[in-house]
């Protein structure tokens, strides 16, 4: 566990255009970190760059899909250039579905397997040789409770998420001697696009005021904490914590319990 500072790392962001990405962005620019961010929705990255200009925080972006291979390398090149290099990778791109698994199909699966898992696997397969000549390196991944236990209609992000946690922990033991720290970032029900931009299940309509869940500068204010603190995995909500707690203690109690969700 290695505490760091903030002020002038180099920081590449995912999912960057709304949501928790864009608060994050926001909240380690004020921290004095360099920032490279990238989602698919250019104006919006364009917007959240001329902000940030207002208070003299300057970012750069590439915009593209985090599951074209060639946006991936393109991210690396662009942080050689702008930055020389990077010491922080924040893997935040994500997206859902809700849903019975009988009535979803293997496109959809699949998609959120690109999005949640594969794409932030490979960049850090790409960004590795290059993370490792950095500062205090370190990778941040956005997982879930959901990565911690798993309830009805959303099993193709449960997947993804138990993934990415199971990921976390084998890089983060795999990396110990390169000293590149792997935090896992479990947040609960979130104030964000998530619920507008869900690929199968009942959308909040764009535009509409989601009320559910931490809002989103929290995420990213304690996401920002646990990367200064060198935390390996940070639980953002009692209530995330206390699921998994029971989860761990009494098994077959939480199933019953999640057997009843969604219904
Ligand atoms: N909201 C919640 O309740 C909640 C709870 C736990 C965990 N999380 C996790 O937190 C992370 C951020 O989600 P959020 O709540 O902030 O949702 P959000 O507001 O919908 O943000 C998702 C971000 O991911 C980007 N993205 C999605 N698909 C992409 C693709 N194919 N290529 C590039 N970028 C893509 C979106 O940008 P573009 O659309 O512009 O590409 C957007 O910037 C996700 O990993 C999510 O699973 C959310």
Redesign the pocket.
């Known amino acids: 566990m290695v505490k760091r500072k903030l002020r002038d790392a180099r920081v590449l962001v995912?999912?960057?255009?709304?949501?928790?990405?864009?608060?994050l962005v926001c909240e380690l620019g004020r921290r004095g970190a360099r920032i490279l961010m990238?989602?698919?929705?250019?104006e919006?990255?364009q917007h959240l760059q001329q902000d940030l200009a207002k208070s003299q925080i300057k970012t750069h972006y590439v915009?593209?899909?985090?599951?074209?291979k060639g946006?991936r390398q393109s991210l690396l090149v662009a942080a050689v250039e702008c930055f020389g290099g990077i010491d922080i990778l924040v893997?935040?791109?994500?997206?859902?579905a809700v849903g019975k698994f009988i009535e979803s199909d293997e496109a959809r699966l699949r998609?959120i397997m690109?999005?949640?898992f594969f794409?932030p696997v490979e960049l850090v397969r790409v960004a590795l040789p290059i993370l490792q000549k950095g500062i205090n390196p370190m990778i941040v991944n956005?997982?879930?409770?959901?990565g911690h236990r798993a309830i009805p209609q959303k099993s193709e992000?449960c997947c993804?998420?138990f993934a990415l946690h199971g990921f976390s922990d084998a890089i983060r033991a795999e990396l110990v001697a390169s000293k590149v720290d792997v935090l896992l970032?479990?947040?609960?029900?979130?104030?964000?696009?998530?619920?507008?931009?869900l690929l199968a299940g009942r959308q909040e309509p764009q535009g509409a005021v989601?009320s559910?869940?931490?809002p989103?500068e929290v995420?990213a204010r304690l996401t920002a904490n646990a990367m200064a603190a060198g935390r390996h995995e940070v639980i953002l909500t009692s209530g995330g914590k206390l699921l998994v707690w029971l989860d761990r203690l009494c098994p077959p109690i939480m199933d019953r319990v999640v057997s009843q969700w969604g219904h």
Do not use: C, W
Not at 14 to 23: C, V
Not at 63 to 68: E, F, P, Q, S
């Open positions: 995912t999912g960057a255009s709304s949501g928790i990405g864009r608060a990238t989602a698919r929705r250019e919006r990255l915009a593209g899909d985090i599951t074209d946006l893997n935040n791109a994500g997206v859902g998609e690109e999005v949640n794409s956005v997982g879930s409770v959901l992000y993804a998420k970032v479990s947040p609960s029900t979130t104030r964000s696009d998530f619920f507008r931009s989601v559910r869940g931490m989103s995420v």
